[in-house]
């Protein structure tokens, strides 16, 4: 069974950095594709970044792109997403979920870590 | 990039059908999508693959009665024998080149 547990959420002030995880297990990391995808509150669901299985496709959306950085590490079964000049509109639930190829559905999800962006 | 469009709600009885639309943007009508549950204050969870074909395939442990069908640009999201557990934001999903996209949600009450 898939299993993807967030971490590293928490409150942070705007402008400030923060670094989220993803630990899987349940399945062949490496074999897939990983995302991050958020949502604030009371709103619905937002692709933030994906990475291929070996990191040599990576996107990011509009919204966060040139702040955010995905990684992973295979060897860790980790995933990760380093948030940097954080925005009060960075404010939300941020799910870790994985799909079979780059270009595929997201079929994983775990249960999500809060970030709260605030002075 | 495509864009996805739900209506943002919806509503039917207990025990009944109810059909969900998605549709793709012009452009896209030959994408494939994907549909999502998030019952309140859960994690989503995946619901199935649908083509435009309208073939699809459901994710483990899905219950029989929900179902995927296509015509044109539009996506469906079928629950028969509406449940009370059923009561929750239905997503759709797609993909292109480097980006994934979301639609809106509907928000689905069982009555």
């Known amino acids: 069974e898939v299993q993807l547990v967030e971490s590293g959420g928490g409150l942070v002030q705007p402008g400030r950095s923060l670094r989220l995880s993803c630990a899987a297990s349940g399945f062949t990391f490496d074999d897939y594709a990983m995302h991050w995808v958020r949502q604030a509150p009371g709103k619905g669901l937002e692709w933030v970044s994906g990475i291929s299985w070996n990191s040599g496709s990576i996107g990011y959306a509009d919204s966060v792109k040139g702040r955010f950085t995905i990684s992973r590490d295979n060897a860790k079964n980790s995933l990760y997403l380093q948030m940097n000049s954080l925005r009060a509109e960075d404010t939300a639930l941020y799910y870790c979920a994985n799909s079979n190829q780059w270009f595929g559905e997201l079929f994983g999800w775990g249960q999500g870590t809060l970030v709260t962006v605030s002075s | ?111």
Not at chain 2, 31 to 52: C, S, T
Not at chain 2, 87 to 103: H, I, L, Q
């Open chain 2, 1 to 111: 990039q495509p864009v996805l469009t739900q209506s943002s709600s919806a509503s039917a009885s207990l025990g009944s059908s109810v059909k969900l639309t998605c549709t793709l943007s012009s452009g896209h009508s030959s994408y494939i999508i994907a549909w999502h549950q998030q019952q309140p204050g859960k994690a989503p969870r995946y619901l199935m693959k649908l083509e435009g074909s309208g073939s699809y395939n459901k994710g483990s442990g899905v219950p029989d009665r929900f179902s995927g069908s296509s015509s044109g640009a539009d996506r469906y999201l079928t629950i028969s024998n509406l449940q009370s557990e059923d009561e929750a934001d239905y997503y759709c999903e797609t993909w292109d080149s480097n980006t994934r996209v979301f639609g809106g949600g509907t928000k689905l009450t069982v009555l």
